[in-house]
DNA sequence: GTAATAGTGTCTGTGAGACACTATGGT
DNA sequence: ACCATAGTGTCTCACAGACACTATTAC
């Protein structure tokens, strides 16, 4: 066999803090970069993983307490450089969390950071997270992905704030609704969120319907 | 080090034959699967390779002769249960090659199969030609992308014609022409094609400028 | 009532699609 | 002259965007 090439996953965590786009990290627990923020990551286990997504769910779960209810395949890192142990395969996933979900679950080491404003990091860490915005915003121009950075329900107006925290552009209220409503993938509950002033009616995200995408750019 | 995970990469090159959409096969050398056609592959050589990229370069190159114009990663299959030799990693990329390129390079033993009839292949085999096709039609509708289908240089009828055969539907030839001529990511040459009728336009991918995306779908 | 947010109605300009038209070569 | 393909002009309907409007609650 051939030697010597390590295969890894590691796992760009998306959630809003404070409405801003942030990552999740942890202090690396040994060399190299012991000590330092970094991506949550680990070796696949060939014994104990099924898949490599599979390896992606246990890392995230076991080392920040996190069961992301979105993870999807994000590109795979794999040279001769990236890593001072030798050739490393890194075959990289996003996920995204609520932040009340991920406050609930999260273990007390795990750090957020504002994408905005990033420390270094080690490896190719800060790559791996850059593709990963690319692709959140990407994809949330043409589907319902900012639904899975909210809780279980949210109103309409907090979808249309995070779309345009995501996308980084205002949206018309108005245009906004017509293209939700075409989509159909969401379930009108019967509770409405209450504040100061006029209730807004609750959505979920529709049981048995996965993720619609739109035809053209929101 | 945890053991024994394998780590490959494999290449789904396509080309236009006779107008249809086709990938590249090779008869297996050795075991497993010996003797049966599979998409052209191997083993990332940690000591030879730079990058997961480079080594689909290598492998595409060396097994097949070709050097295709457009070589992109696709997604990265692993699992337990792929490969009856273990674990194993395979980053898969997807190429796209002329015809006339592809028959002046390719050697002998490299057969062409229209994807609408494929024969059953072993591995996941199947799945990453389809998850090719897949993103073949998806970025083509949002992209330039099936120009590397054509040679170094043709018309906008042909360029036409490989669109409708990848997207599957036909395209108004006004309105092909308005989206094609907004991206401005052709150059027109100083030559004609001439055929039976009235020569036609020829152009090339404008060197300088890398691909260009729609903002809809063609 | 007033303020503030939720949610809807309507007008308009743009542009995709449809299709007819002109252009230019071969035979 | 005629045919086939290359290439252009134009009309229209749909819809995205803009924005004003109404609705409903807390206070």
Redesign the interface.
């Known amino acids: 066999?051939?030697?010597?090439?390590?295969?890894t996953v590691d796992v760009v965590l998306f959630t809003l803090l404070e409405g801003n786009l942030a990552v999740g990290l942890l202090r690396r627990s040994s060399a190299p970069f012991e000590g330092e923020l970094a991506l949550p990551g680990g070796?696949?286990?060939?014994q104990e993983?099924?898949?490599?997504q599979a390896a992606a769910y246990r890392v995230l779960h076991s080392k920040t307490g996190i069961e992301a209810p979105y993870l999807e395949?994000l590109?795979?890192f794999?040279?001769?450089?990236r890593d001072p142990r030798?050739?490393a395969?890194s075959?990289t996933y996003y996920a995204l969390v609520g932040a009340e979900q991920l406050m609930a679950q999260a273990h007390d080491d795990f750090v957020l950071k504002p994408v905005a404003d990033l420390p270094a990091l080690p490896f190719d860490h800060g790559k791996i997270i850059e593709a990963g915005v690319a692709r959140l915003q990407n994809k949330s121009a043409y589907s319902a992905l900012p639904c899975f950075l909210l809780g279980e329900t949210f109103t309409l107006s907090e979808l249309q704030e995070t779309y345009e925290r995501i996308l980084g552009q205002k949206l018309d209220k108005s245009v906004f609704r017509r293209k939700i409503d075409e989509l159909e993938f969401l379930e009108e509950l019967a509770e409405k969120r209450r504040g100061q002033h006029r209730p807004a009616q609750l959505y979920r995200i529709h049981p048995e319907r996965g993720l619609r995408l739109f035809?053209?750019?929101i």
């Open positions: 066999m051939h030697p010597s090439i390590i295969t070796y696949i286990h060939a993983d099924a898949s490599a395949q590109y795979t794999a040279s001769a450089d030798g050739w395969v075959i035809d053209k750019a």
